[in-house]
């Protein structure tokens, strides 16, 4: 699944958007937000793949606001206006759609970006018959091997890397690190933690539990990812 956020201050535009997306099943809309400042805050708490971005919005446009992200989601320009085309080639965006939207236009977007995501996810993916992962840590690059790793927290722009013995910090955000490392491995069960799956023990209410330092240590678990971990461990169960 794509998750998308609609970003435009106006209600009709976002009503069609999520229309179109509803009949696109690898879309999953996380958010509508009327402003960049809201999209901001989104994007700070949740894992966006792609954003629908508005571009004459009140306070900051959507081209003043994706200049402002120092990580950005991929996007899509909807507008009225082709005068910010340029902007859009020189930002990098997938595509530009003039309003109003047909779903002939929207699908073509829609797939563009697709295989982009795709494509990135593939290339960032962890090399077949890896056991470790380079990270950057203190002017080091450090070996980690998968064996070794019990979860992973994330904080702002870094992640910390909770192992056997001791941690390793590194700056990079939750999403590059998890493409990074093995499906089959490791599972994302909060926009703040990914979890290895061999060092689950228990799944108890809204968490689940691990053995970090010997002690048992209880992680949360979003409602976003639940469904999916639930399968996970009914297929691992006797």
């Excluded at 794509?2 to 970003?7: A, E, F, H, M």
């Amino acid at each position: 699944m794509i998750n998308v956020i609609i970003v435009d201050d106006e209600p009709l535009a976002q009503d069609v958007l999520e229309t179109l997306i509803s009949q696109m099943p690898q879309l999953n809309l996380v958010q509508k937000c009327n402003n960049a400042i809201e999209a901001n805050n989104v994007l700070q708490k949740e894992d966006i793949d792609l954003m629908f971005l508005d571009i004459q919005m009140p306070q900051i446009t959507g081209v003043d606001f994706l200049r402002s992200l120092t990580n950005p989601p991929e996007v899509i320009f909807t507008t009225a206006h082709n005068q910010y085309a340029l902007e859009g080639f020189e930002l990098n965006v997938i595509d530009y759609l003039m309003k109003p939207i047909s779903m002939e236009r929207f699908m073509k977007a829609v797939n563009k970006a697709t295989e982009k995501i795709e494509s990135s996810s593939g290339e960032n993916g962890a090399a077949d018959g890896e056991d470790f992962i380079f990270v950057k840590s203190d002017k080091k690059l450090v070996k980690i091997k998968y064996d070794d790793i019990i979860y992973i927290e994330g904080l702002k722009d870094y992640v910390i890397i909770r192992m056997q013995e001791g941690r390793v910090i590194t700056l990079q955000t939750m999403k590059s690190l998890e493409q990074k490392l093995p499906e089959n491995l490791f599972k994302r069960i909060h926009r703040s933690y990914i979890v290895s799956i061999d060092k689950i023990n228990a799944f108890v209410g809204n968490s689940i539990e691990v053995k970090e330092k010997g002690a048992a240590k209880l992680i949360p678990v979003g409602k976003n990812y639940k469904e999916e971990l639930l399968v996970i461990i009914n297929e691992k169960r006797l």
